[in-house]
């Protein structure tokens, strides 16, 4: 079946710094991918996505490449901070045609800023 | 903007006990979705449904069930609440299956003691 794999947290990092958060999937053919951002007591938003090989998604400053060959969707950002406090999820999507399942979620990563 | 609205924050309720989530989504969309979310499991499909009166099984279905009587509500159903379902859950909605442009609600935190 399809899976993300993304690294565990909390991480955290000083205002200014630079960022990458690590994701990495299986799938059956060629699926969509997505970074969700969940900010503290609220439900999730879509930060960007890349829909084929090689596509950039970027928002807000954060950018992730979609490289078929290491199956990986990394999501930087050069300087981040505070307010990027969050969990960030990534996720993929398949569709085959007849209808996709919803998204496969990776189990989130807690990204905590300091000043 | 398209809003999906969970009618509870938070709810409490004891073992047992028959418990509603409703969902509500303000966009027409065609598509619907539960999840749940627990610490270091991250999100998982519990149903959906493509359309009214039309439901699939996500991943772990089990102990729940859903209902779409109407294009703009997905209620989640536990028949019999247990402890093991003490959790963070969060309704979505998309025009498309693919996950282009998921709107999520803001979760209900339900705790079953």
């Known amino acids: 079946g399809n899976s993300v794999t993304q690294m565990e947290g909390p991480v955290t990092l000083s205002e200014e710094a630079f960022l990458t958060i690590n994701c990495t999937y299986t799938?059956?053919?060629?699926?969509?991918l997505f970074w969700y951002v969940q900010y503290p007591g609220e439900g999730l938003q879509l930060l960007l996505k890349?829909?084929?090989?090689?596509d950039k998604g970027s928002n807000k400053g954060f950018e992730a490449t979609y490289r078929k060959e290491t199956t990986s969707f990394h999501l930087e950002k050069g300087s981040v901070q505070v307010s990027d406090s969050a969990v960030y999820f990534c996720a993929l999507s398949m569709y085959s045609g007849g209808g996709a399942d919803g998204l496969t979620f990776g189990k989130g990563t807690h990204l905590i800023i300091q000043p | 903007d398209v809003k999906v609205t969970q009618s509870s924050r938070y709810l409490v309720k004891r073992t047992g006990e028959k418990v509603f989530l409703e969902c509500v989504q303000d966009?027409?969309?065609?598509?619907m979705f539960w999840y749940r979310q627990d610490p270091g499991l991250g999100l998982r499909l519990i149903y959906f449904?493509?359309?009214?009166?039309?439901?699939e099984k996500g991943d772990i279905p089990e102990g729940y069930s859903v209902s779409r009587e109407k294009k703009e509500r997905f209620s989640l159903i536990l028949e019999s609440a247990s402890t093991n379902q003490t959790s963070m859950y969060l309704c979505?909605?998309?025009?498309?299956?693919?996950?282009?442009?998921?709107?999520f609600g803001s979760g209900t935190r339900l705790t079953v003691v």
């Open positions: 890349a829909t084929k090989a090689d």
């Open positions: 966009m027409d969309h065609e598509n």
């Open positions: 449904s493509y359309d009214v009166k039309m439901k």
């Open positions: 979505a909605s998309s025009l498309s299956r693919t996950g282009r442009g998921y709107t």
């Open positions: 799938a059956t053919g060629y699926p969509s």
